[in-house]
Structure formats: C-alpha cells, structure tokens
C-alpha cells in the first residue's frame, strides 16, 4: 500500500522557521517532491529529493531520510505570502504517477 | 517561462451530461497526466498518457473517463456521464521525461461542478 502522512495545519510567526514534517510508506521509491498550493490554484514545484540528505533552494530547504521514510521542508525568513497548502507527495518508481499526502495548512502570521 | 495550460477554468453541468476538460502542455512534453482535487481533499492521480497511449491509471478512472490527444498540442480528458461526485478541481501536468527528478508542471486547472 501507500501512505503518506504530513500535519494537517501549522502556524507560525513571520519572520521565523517553520519545519513541515512527512512520513511515508510506498511500494517502491523514486523521489519525494514538495509542492506549494494556494487556495483554487495549482500545485506549484519547490523542491525534490532522491537521495538522503538536504536540498537547499533559497528560503526552502528539503531533506530525505530514505531509511526511515521520512521528509521535512524548511522555510526559513517566513513571508506572509508563505502561507499554502505544503504538498508531499512521492513516486514509486519509473514514470508513474505522484502520489500526494493531503498536505500540510500553514498559517503565516504576524 | 512555458506553461500548461486548462480551458475551461469553470465548467457547470447537469449531472449525467458529458464534459470534455482541455489541456495544452507544456510543448517538448512528452508525459501527461490528469490529477482531480475534491473541495478540501488531497491531489489524486487519474491517469498519465505516453506515447499515444496511457501508461497508467487509478481506480478512479472508470469506463466513464477517457483521454485523448487529438492533436500535436491538445490533451483532453472526457467524462460521459458526469455524476454529482465527479465534482472537484481537475488539473492536467506534464513532464519532459518520466524518470525519477523529472518535475511535473501543474496547469492552472479547471473547476467542474456537477449539479
């Protein structure tokens, strides 16, 4: 089977660091992506990880433990405008499809 | 910077009547896939196309769902008979190739609402 399991909301402050968590259990494995969604528009890429250890990309950071079948995304100086849905999503092998958890509501205040 | 692209971004319909959703991809594509997104639910996978024929689909994806790519640049999803259920956001992505890190781009979608 698969499962990919992330928070269903977050809050934090503008400025600060948010970490967004996510577990996952498919098949096979063949990439953990995040995407950005917000609210009635399309997801949006940020980042990829195939292989153990961190990605870098500006704000946002991404990190893979194949092992333990975990992922998080890191956003650091948060902006207002960081507030979205945090879509994990993960590919079991070869081209197939993404398979999404039900993403992570992150609230960015002031 | 190239796009996907959806039309229509709205469509309303009588249940039991058929739809057609169009996508345009991203032109060196050469992977596609329909995803759908109930209101508040998470991105479910339909169904990805390769090659002129489709390489892989989900339970979701009934007799009722067809795709199509009729031509150099359109790719079409088509629900027969659409049921109130079928009501969600439909968003088309493509991919240049299919193996691992290749990033699929999401078009803006389109809203059915089934009544």
């Known amino acids: 089977g698969q499962n990919i399991d992330q928070p269903t909301e977050m809050t934090a402050t503008e400025g600060a660091i948010v970490q967004i968590n996510c577990t996952y259990q498919?098949?096979?494995?063949?990439?953990l992506f995040w995407y950005q969604q917000h609210a009635g528009e399309a997801p949006t890429f940020l980042s990829y990880?195939?292989?153990?250890g961190l990605e870098e990309k500006g704000r946002f950071s991404s990190f893979l433990s194949r092992s333990k079948g975990y992922s998080y995304l890191l956003l650091k100086e948060l902006q207002m405008k960081d507030s979205a849905s945090y879509l994990c999503?993960?590919?079991?092998?070869?081209?197939?499809?993404?398979?999404f958890g039900k993403g992570t509501r992150l609230s960015v205040i002031a | 910077e190239p796009e996907v692209t959806q039309t229509p971004s709205h469509q309303v319909t009588q249940m039991g009547q058929e739809v057609i959703l169009r996508c345009v991809p991203i032109?060196?594509?050469?992977?596609f896939y329909w995803y759908r997104q109930i209101l508040g639910q998470k991105v479910e996978f339909l169904v990805s196309f390769y090659n002129n024929e489709i390489s892989e689909k989900s339970e979701i994806f009934d007799d009722q769902f067809s795709v199509e790519r009729p031509d150099g640049s359109n790719f079409t999803l088509k629900i027969r008979s659409t049921k109130l259920e079928d009501s969600a956001m439909y968003f088309c992505?493509?991919?240049?190739?299919?193996?691992?890190?290749?990033?699929?781009?999401f078009g803006p979608g389109t809203r059915l609402t089934v009544l």
């Open positions: 498919t098949s096979g494995f063949n990439g």
């Open positions: 990880n195939v292989l153990d």
């Open positions: 032109s060196n594509h050469l992977y």
């Open positions: 999503a993960a590919k079991n092998s070869g081209n197939t499809p993404l398979v």
């Open positions: 992505a493509s991919s240049e190739g299919g193996g691992p890190g290749n990033e699929q781009f």
